[in-house]
């Protein structure tokens, strides 16, 4: 069986299988003959263009995910693979390991008393400081805001701003920043 196809037959019965549809609930939804759902699942099919956009509507999925490769389950980043960089003796680390659209996720560590400056974002962007660990104190605009573990801060990432371990101990905390948030 050609590539194409057997991905297609595979990709098929995988997410239906995944959403808990029989072959009859599966072919009702796409509104197509049950006998034509079974042949497209065996690879025995040869399905017209209107026959694939009906199995992907039916399945909530493009054209292209069916007839392509099947996906990885899930993919294993190892932390010391993630990008990072050190900035006045603190490290900071990105949490995910490729670029989400207008966010930017980051892992700060920040050994007792180091303190560094942030650089401001575009007009609009709001950023998100959560304290994990340790004491973080946030300077914004001539604003103070201490964090303890479990805490919280969110404020417009367009204004100077610095992050500070005021405590004795390593402190961790994470910065998310929504570049398109108004």
Same mark, same amino acid.
Request: with cysteine.
């Given at each position: 069986?050609?590539?194409?196809?057997?991905?297609?037959?595979?990709?098929?019965?995988? !997410? %239906?299988?995944? /959403?808990?549809?029989?072959? #009859?609930?599966?072919?009702?939804?796409? $509104?197509? =003959? /049950?006998?034509?759902?079974?042949?497209?699942?065996?690879?025995?099919?040869?399905?017209?263009?209107? *026959? !694939? *956009?009906?199995?992907?509507?039916? +399945?909530?999925?493009?054209?292209? $995910?069916?007839?392509?490769?099947? %996906?990885?389950?899930? %993919?294993? *980043? /190892?932390? $010391?693979? !993630? =990008?990072?960089?050190?900035? &006045?003796?603190?490290?900071?680390?990105? *949490?995910? =390991?490729? #670029?989400?659209?207008?966010?930017?996720?980051?892992?700060?560590?920040? =050994?007792?008393?180091?303190?560094?400056?942030?650089?401001?974002?575009?007009?609009?962007? %709001?950023?998100? +400081?959560?304290?994990? /660990?340790?004491?973080?104190? !946030?300077?914004?605009?001539?604003?103070?805001?201490?964090?303890? #573990?479990?805490?919280?801060?969110?404020?417009?990432?367009?204004?100077?701003?610095?992050?500070?371990?005021?405590?004795?101990?390593?402190?961790?905390?994470? &910065? +998310?920043? &929504?570049?398109?948030?108004?």
């Amino acid at each position: 069986m050609p590539e194409p196809a057997a991905n297609l037959a595979r990709n098929v019965k995988h !997410l %239906r299988d995944l /959403r808990g549809l029989t072959q #009859a609930q599966a072919s009702a939804l796409a $509104e197509i =003959p /049950r006998a034509t759902w079974a042949h497209v699942e065996t690879g025995e099919a040869n399905p017209t263009l209107a *026959v !694939l *956009v009906r199995v992907a509507g039916a +399945l909530g999925v493009t054209v292209e $995910e069916l007839i392509g490769p099947p %996906r990885a389950t899930g %993919r294993l *980043v /190892r932390g $010391e693979d !993630l =990008p990072m960089v050190q900035k &006045s003796g603190v490290t900071i680390r990105k *949490v995910v =390991p490729e #670029a989400l659209p207008h966010l930017q996720l980051e892992r700060m560590t920040l =050994p007792p008393g180091a303190r560094f400056a942030g650089t401001p974002h575009l007009p609009g962007t %709001r950023e998100y +400081l959560a304290c994990e /660990r340790g004491v973080v104190v !946030l300077h914004v605009s001539g604003e103070r805001f201490e964090l303890c #573990a479990g805490d919280v801060v969110v404020f417009r990432g367009d204004q100077r701003h610095a992050y500070q371990n005021a405590g004795d101990q390593e402190a961790v905390a994470y &910065s +998310l920043v &929504s570049v398109t948030a108004g």
